[in-house]
């Protein structure tokens, strides 16, 4: 039976948000625009939902912007802000995700100046990586909560603070930490922040940018006035219903989940140990309980990912946005790891519903995999 490990890329709908769903994709219909009965039930659902996401990521119902995920988010968080706000100076770190990298290239195109913000070997972005960088005319300032490859969590709240300080606002990208560790809007103390329903065991297609109301912000869609004239035309209903109440479940059972994946995620480093070739990344920094990114020396990442697929396992080979690519992630290019190394790099990130028995049966196959690697290479010695 095939086993999924790959719960950063996306996680399977939840039974009871898929419950919370159906109504919504077969009895109960209308425009939410619409004053009629029909589109107050549609427009109430949307508040309902709205009020469960802002709860899980202690923020107010009105600061929820609902979008199509998190990559709608990250660009109208920054487009929507500097490209008519008279943004002349922002700052991102070297680890984002793609859906933020590159629409601020798009801005740095257009003139204006984009700062990188390093990282140290572990992933983390320090105070001082970003007194480096940010200058009086920085605007904004962008640093992920948790990074999506190495799972390595960032102090976003001294970093908000230092932001803060040096009159620039703050966002950070918060869709994979949202539904696994508590994470507050208002006690980090950022103006905004991106969120992504499938990340959580909600629908694909659903996302949201809570941000400040301070914010000048602008849509980057016309023709209607939805999502607080954010995000114009009509809501995806059921995918918002079924974010909301994902939000909701993992509220209740947070802790509960972080414990299970954390002892799965825990239990497979110490038996990674037995491997020489194997180096965990970011093994030395706060991570998601869920997250473990290796590197086999010697080995292709691509390769090693199809081996274990043939196996049985699913994992990833970094972001499953950028997989196809054989140059080094990013991410670990920025940490400083080895190009032979960072190219040998796959991800395993837990569920809910995975087993210490898969776990077990993971580190045979990997066993499997690397005793035929050294076969081939002594093989390969010996002609």
């Given at each position: 039976m095939a086993v999924y490990f790959d719960h950063n890329a996306t996680t399977p709908l939840h039974e009871?948000?898929?419950?919370?769903?159906q109504p919504y994709m077969e009895a109960i219909y209308g425009n939410p625009s619409s004053l009629h009965r029909f589109g107050r039930l549609q427009r109430d659902a949307i508040e309902q939902?709205?009020?469960?996401v802002a709860a899980l990521m202690g923020a107010q119902s009105s600061q929820v912007v609902f979008t199509s995920g998190g990559t709608e988010a990250n660009n109208l968080m920054l487009k929507g802000l500097c490209i008519d706000a008279g943004v002349q100076r922002i700052a991102v770190s070297e680890i984002e995700h793609m859906s933020l990298l590159q629409p601020a290239a798009t801005l740095a195109d257009s003139g204006c100046a984009v700062d990188r913000i390093a990282v140290n070997e572990q992933g983390l972005v320090t105070q001082a990586s970003l007194k480096q960088v940010i200058k009086d005319d920085t605007a904004l300032v962008s640093v992920m909560a948790a990074n999506n490859e190495t799972g390595a969590l960032q102090d976003i709240k001294k970093l908000a603070a230092q932001a803060r300080a040096n009159g620039a606002w703050f966002h950070t990208d918060a869709s994979q930490i949202a539904?696994?560790?508590?994470?507050?809007f208002e006690q980090t103390g950022v103006?905004?922040?991106?969120?992504?329903?499938?990340?959580l065991y909600g629908p694909l297609g659903a996302g949201a940018l809570i941000v400040d109301k301070q914010l000048p912000m602008h849509s980057l869609t016309q023709g209607g006035s939805q999502e607080k004239g954010l995000r114009a035309g009509t809501e995806n209903v059921p995918a918002i219903v079924g974010f909301g109440m994902a939000a909701e479940l993992a509220m209740q059972a947070m802790d509960e989940r972080a414990d299970h994946v954390r002892t799965l995620r825990d239990a497979l480093e110490k038996l990674l140990q037995q491997f020489d070739q194997v180096k965990v990344f970011a093994n030395e920094a706060g991570r998601l309980p869920n997250t473990l990114q290796m590197g086999v020396q010697d080995f292709d990442g691509e390769t090693l990912l199809m081996e274990l697929d043939r196996r049985g396992f699913a994992v990833s080979s970094g972001s499953a946005c950028t997989s196809g690519k054989t140059e080094p992630s990013h991410v670990l290019k920025a940490m400083a790891i080895p190009d032979e190394l960072a190219t040998s790099a796959v991800r395993i990130s837990f569920g809910r519903a995975n087993t210490m028995e898969e776990v077990e049966r993971?580190?045979?196959?990997?066993?499997?995999?690397?005793?035929?690697?050294?076969?081939?290479?002594?093989?390969?010695?010996n002609l």
């Open positions: 009871k948000a898929l419950e919370a769903m939902a709205r009020e469960q539904g696994k560790l508590a994470f507050s103006h905004a922040m991106t969120l992504s329903a499938h990340k993971f580190v045979e196959a990997l066993e499997q995999i690397l005793g035929l690697k050294s076969s081939a290479v002594m093989m390969a010695a």
